[in-house]
């Protein structure tokens, strides 16, 4: 699928992404979610949380 600014993408109803700018191999995005949906951004979802005692591998450090 390609978008080109100003274009939207639809998730269900209540899920609306809008291409605002394209720049420089640069995308950026608007989001429109019901606040009861968490929005995270890949590199924060993916990091393990301050709680997590372990290392690499699952092994305690």
Do not use: C, F, W
């Amino acid at each position: 699928m390609t978008r080109t600014p100003n274009q939207r993408l639809y998730i269900g109803d209540e899920i609306q992404i809008k291409v605002t700018k394209v720049d420089r191999g640069y995308v950026s995005l608007g989001i429109t979610a019901p606040k009861h949906l968490p929005l995270v951004k890949s590199e924060l979802h993916e990091r393990p949380s301050d709680n997590d005692l372990t290392g690499p591998a699952g092994r305690a450090e």
